[in-house]
């Protein structure tokens, strides 16, 4: 007899799970076999180096940095830029100000000038990306930038110590920096010379004394400088 009898064409009278269970398929022996485990053999201990081995290397891995062979290049300047070129600064305490370009420093930064005594803005370091060029040129004749002003010419003696920055964060004990007299100098011997050249132009101390700004309905892209 069948173990699933018909009740009509094409119906059972078990569902398959109960067929499943009469058979008892379930009720087998089953047999795995485990994967034979592999001998790990441990790691020969590094000695010490020693007269006796004759081998001279360290007892333990050091890991060592990857040697780089790139090689650091100076900034290369935009075309627009050249000695003499007025620029627009974008950014930072004198944005919108307009100065003259000098020279471009060994890290990449430009060395402008207002000069200090048309618009305040002294010798300051800036990226080329916050500057716009304009067709504007000043005359360097001249005009010759001490060698001692370079990058570290502008850096900043750090604060050491924990009691130094609570003081400068409450401005506890601070001083105001005073500029040194060499520093000075330099400065009026800078803007002495550019501006003997830029007196010689009719209205171009007036363009640099002017800050420049944006006005409502100004098209940035359609602007000439």
């Given at each position: 007899m069948a173990r699933n009898s018909e009740l009509a064409p094409h119906v059972g009278r078990h569902s398959r799970s109960a067929v499943f269970a009469k058979r008892g398929l379930f009720k087998g022996i089953k047999t795995s076999t485990t994967a034979a485990t592999k001998e790990v053999h441990a790691a020969p201990e590094k000695k010490a180096a020693s007269k006796k081995n004759g081998k001279f290397y360290p007892a333990e891995d050091v890991a060592k940095p990857k040697v780089s062979r790139k090689t650091v290049g100076k900034t290369q300047l935009r075309t627009s830029i050249t000695p003499g070129t007025v620029l627009i600064l974008l950014a930072g305490r004198?944005?919108?100000?307009?100065?003259?370009?000098l020279k471009q420093l060994d890290s990449g930064l430009l060395l402008v000038s207002g000069p200090f005594r048309l618009n305040g803005v002294p010798m300051r370091r800036v990226g080329q990306a916050y500057v716009i060029a304009t067709s504007t040129k000043v005359d360097l004749?001249?005009?010759?930038v001490p060698e001692t002003v370079t990058d570290a010419y502008f850096t900043k003696a750090k604060s050491a110590g924990k009691e130094s920055k609570e003081q400068e964060f409450f401005g506890e004990g601070q001083e105001k920096k005073l500029l040194s007299d060499d520093r000075k100098s330099e400065q009026k011997t800078i803007d002495a010379a550019l501006l003997s050249n830029i007196k010689k132009v009719d209205n171009l101390a007036k363009y640099l004394r002017t800050p420049w700004s944006l006005s409502k309905g100004d098209r940035v892209h359609e602007l000439k400088f």
């Open positions: 004198f944005r919108g100000k307009r100065v003259v370009f004749a001249g005009v010759q």
